[in-house]
């Protein structure tokens, strides 16, 4: 019998209402269940939201710095078992034990500084225009934050938003991945172990049909979603109309550039780890690598003979780089869009089937590949493939390379490589993404910095850093008149 997991909602754990269950299998071993998921609905979100509902008013008045200590005491479990949920994200997404190691330590990173931000909610004092009055803001928490995420970092990503909600005082309803279920699982135990009170926090499995009620319900006061643009517009359309604040992290089209004067060893390896690091799959992975001409040809032979020493495989298994796509959909699109490119006439140089050598066949893994002579309109230089698909982009000048890197919709994060300090300047204010690599690859995000992308990849909030404060607290302003008369602002003191 497969394992069967439950909702986590008021401290307990329960079967949805409905009874219906989905699974989940291991990616890299087709045959390996991980367990029976409740498929929840409408009643399972409605129980978790007002449990969340009834819980604010305590959690919220608590002082924050206690707040703080259950964050930190979440850090420290976490840390104690970071190899054990690592072993089991592998198991279930796929990626490498390194990275789900990784994944686990900005996990822990962001408590400890989110607990440490519970000693610093800072709100300010200004001078008042008028004698005798104190003006001053300060931060409230929103109330019960409904979040939604992507499977592709199932516990850093969710994370970088609980941890945050948690210690603005905000309670919180989580909708994992239904593809990293048992990460959300395995948090949410972890929370309730280090100590935040029934109700706080509750988790809600399923898919779109959870997703949705989630969104609409009334008791959810602010909305925080990662994963692909078509699922963040609608989830934006029902926000707007309901009124209620929403965050939006989603997709990337991520280039990096390469100009004849960097350091081409380092640049090689950059592009290696951010193209093909998570099979491809992460909003900030390296899908276009735009090369100067100058050094065009020989960077694309060196690019080829490293990626023959990828070891693709499953991710719990020693000396594994690059692991299997997560599900057989992804690895339709895949193959999909190799199709689309050989179409626009782009030269698949390397790659673009299915991986199906001895136990490669057990899973969903797709071979590193690489596009040569890819014009910038074609649609694999422009869409997100989220797979380990690479295509190469040839520039005259650092102008056209800008250009390239810009011809897109979306904005998440972008890379060059050059020793040239006006360049690397030019790129930091001419590329427009949310983030901008010099002399590193598109990915390696690090907790206590603000992440997030423009145009169509968010909604101009951040996660992570000092700016998600802003987002889980709503600002009030404070006037304290100890005048002793009625003053009246803009009246009294005008001079004339
Ligand atoms: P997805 O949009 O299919 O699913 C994301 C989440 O939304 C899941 O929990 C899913 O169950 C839920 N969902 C689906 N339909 C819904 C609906 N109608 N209403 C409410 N919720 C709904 O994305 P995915 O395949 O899980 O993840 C891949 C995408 O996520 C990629 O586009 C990737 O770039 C993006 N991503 C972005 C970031 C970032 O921070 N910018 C990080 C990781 C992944």
Redesign the pocket.
């Known amino acids: 019998m497969p394992d069967a997991f439950q909702n986590f909602v008021n401290g307990s754990w329960v079967d949805a209402e409905q009874g219906a269950t989905f699974e989940k299998v291991n990616p890299a071993r087709t045959q390996e269940m991980i367990g029976l998921f409740p498929e929840s609905g409408a009643a399972d979100v409605d129980a978790a939201a007002r449990a969340a509902r009834k819980a604010f008013p305590a959690w919220s008045s608590t002082p924050a710095p206690q707040r703080g200590e259950i964050l930190r005491r979440i850090g420290d479990l976490l840390t104690e078992r970071k190899k054990a949920l690592a072993f089991e994200e592998t198991r279930e997404m796929g990626k490498p034990f390194a990275e789900t190691c990784g994944d686990v330590q900005e996990a822990i990173d962001t408590a400890y500084y989110a607990a440490s931000e519970t000693r610093r909610l800072f709100g300010r004092t200004v001078p008042s225009e008028l004698p005798d009055k104190f003006n001053m803001s300060v931060r409230r928490p929103i109330g019960v934050a409904g979040l939604?995420?992507?499977?592709?970092?199932p516990i850093a990503?969710p994370t970088w938003k609980i941890f945050p909600a948690l210690a603005c005082g905000n309670a919180i309803v989580f909708?994992?991945?239904?593809?990293a279920p048992h990460s959300g699982a395995l948090l949410a135990q972890l929370l309730s172990d280090a100590g935040v009170p029934p109700g706080v926090f509750n988790l809600v499995h399923g898919?779109?049909a959870a997703?949705?009620a989630l969104?609409e319900h009334p008791d959810i006061d602010a909305v925080s979603f990662?994963?692909?643009?078509?699922?963040g517009s609608?989830?934006g359309a029902t926000c707007g109309r309901l009124h209620k604040r929403l965050a939006l992290?989603?997709?990337?089209k991520n280039a990096q550039i390469v100009m004849p004067d960097a350091d081409l060893d380092l640049a090689l390896e950059g592009v290696l780890w951010g193209a093909f690091g998570t099979t491809g799959q992460r909003?900030t992975a390296t899908s276009r690598l735009v090369l100067h001409e100058a050094i065009h040809d020989a960077f694309v032979e060196r690019l080829l003979e490293q990626m023959q020493t990828l070891v693709l495989g499953y991710g719990n298994d020693e000396g594994v780089h690059v692991g299997p796509l997560v599900n057989q959909k992804a690895l339709d699109k895949v193959a999909r869009y190799v199709e689309v490119g050989q179409s626009e006439g782009a030269t698949l140089r390397v790659g673009g089937k299915r991986a199906t050598e001895g136990a490669l066949a057990e899973g969903f893994f797709f071979e590193p590949t690489l596009f040569a002579d890819v014009a910038p309109d074609m649609r694999i230089a422009r869409e997100?493939i989220?797979g380990p698909v690479l295509s190469v982009l040839k520039a005259a000048s650092y102008e056209e390379a800008a250009r390239i890197a810009n011809a897109t919709r979306y904005g998440?994060s972008s890379s060059i490589y050059t020793q040239d300090v006006s360049l690397a300047y030019r790129a930091m204010r001419d590329l427009e993404a949310g983030i901008t690599y010099v002399n590193g690859p598109t990915i390696g995000a690090e907790a206590h910095m603000p992440?997030g992308?423009i145009k169509h990849?968010g909604n101009g909030h951040r996660?992570g850093g000092w700016e998600v404060f802003d987002f889980y607290t709503e600002t009030k302003t404070v006037y304290v008149d100890y005048s002793g008369q009625l003053q009246k602002a803009q009246m009294d003191n005008a001079a004339s």
């Open positions: 939604i995420t992507a499977w592709n970092f990503v909708k994992p991945s239904e593809e898919g779109a997703g949705e969104v990662t994963g692909s643009n078509a699922v609608k989830i992290e989603m997709g990337g909003c997100e989220f998440l992440f992308g990849t996660d």
